[in-house]
């Protein structure tokens, strides 16, 4: 993707240099994973089996090497590229709906962080908060994609970004809070098949913003949506729950499968048009 030399949003609290927000140790942790977080990970048994040992007092930080942290900044700064492309492109198509974008904040985070959700770890991967409307990600969620999930270049992480900004247009339309409703209403795997339309709208929103900023900044390399695409396949509920346990279980899908997530994603790129993407009233979902 190219990025370099273009403007970084200042919507961005870098909170790298903040210890755990005060998270306690053992129970304290598992037990915070809070109603309406959109993790971008599957929300299985496998992501809490990662979660980081945190000490009491939550002082156990490494210290990185320099070269480490200057790789941590670069990452930083492309991430604040991304999220002004994302502010470009849907500041412009809700004008064109006669609408005003209002922008997320984003907050970088290291290991662990606190949100209107609840406290946060690494292992959880990206998430976007409804309630303060706001998207966390530690970046060492970068390196985790391309050394566990196969997922590696710039752009697969502009996607997850993408994502994330997806799950806050849902917010700013009213669906993530029809969301909210719904569960009150319903089972857990009755639920679960709602989730997975939610996260695919967010996939093909990504798509959509991508689509536009190519066509306003011209910013794909070769290779980018494959990128994108293997990254999304990567992340399918089912390729993450075979491999943690051996086995699909779709009932307890949260996102949708390898391919469902690619075919969203993809349609968002090609069509470029939001109002193509109702995945829930998509006949096959
Ligand atoms: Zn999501």
């Known amino acids: ?13 870098d909170r790298r240099g903040v210890s755990g927000g005060g998270i306690a140790a053992g129970g304290g942790v598992i037990g915070v994973i809070i109603f309406l977080i959109y993790q971008f990970l599957g929300g299985g ?15 156990a930080q490494q210290e990185m090497s ?27 198509l809700f004008s064109d709906m006669g609408q005003t974008y209002e922008a997320p904040r984003l907050v970088l985070f290291r290991d662990a962080v606190q949100s209107a959700c609840g406290n946060a770890s690494a292992a959880m991967g ?14 060492s969620f970068y390196q985790d ?5 196969k997922a590696p ?23 993530s809070d029809k969301m909210s ?58 390729r993450l729950q075979k491999e943690a346990q051996g086995r699909v279980v779709p009932d307890a899908f949260t996102h949708g499968t390898s391919a469902q997530r690619m075919y969203w994603f993809k349609k968002g790129f090609t069509t470029g048009d939001v109002s193509q993407g109702d995945t829930f009233n998509a006949p096959d979902l």
């Open 66 to 92: 320099a070269e480490e942290k200057a790789a941590d900044d670069e990452r930083a700064e492309f991430v604040k590229v991304v999220l002004a492309d994302t502010e470009d492109v849907w500041g412009k």
């Open 145 to 149: 994609m391309q050394t566990k999930l």
């Open 181 to 238: 409703r719904l569960r009150q209403t319903m089972s857990e795997t009755e639920y679960n098949k709602y989730s997975v339309k939610l996260e695919l709208q967010a996939d093909f929103l990504a798509g959509v913003w991508a689509n536009h900023a190519q066509q306003m900044k011209n910013i794909l390399e070769a290779g980018d949506i494959d990128e994108a695409l293997n990254a999304a396949n990567a992340i399918g509920d089912d």
């Open 153 to 175: 270049g710039d752009f697969a992480m502009a996607y997850v970004v993408a994502h994330e900004i997806g799950h806050h247009i849902q917010k700013l339309n009213g669906t």
């Open 1 to 13: 993707m190219q990025w370099k030399g273009r403007r970084a949003s200042t919507n961005v609290d």
């Open 45 to 59: 048994g496998s992501d809490m089996s990662q979660l980081p040992q945190v000490l009491p007092g939550g002082g």
């Open 126 to 139: 990206p998430f976007y908060c409804p309630g303060d409307k706001q998207v966390y990600i530690d970046l």
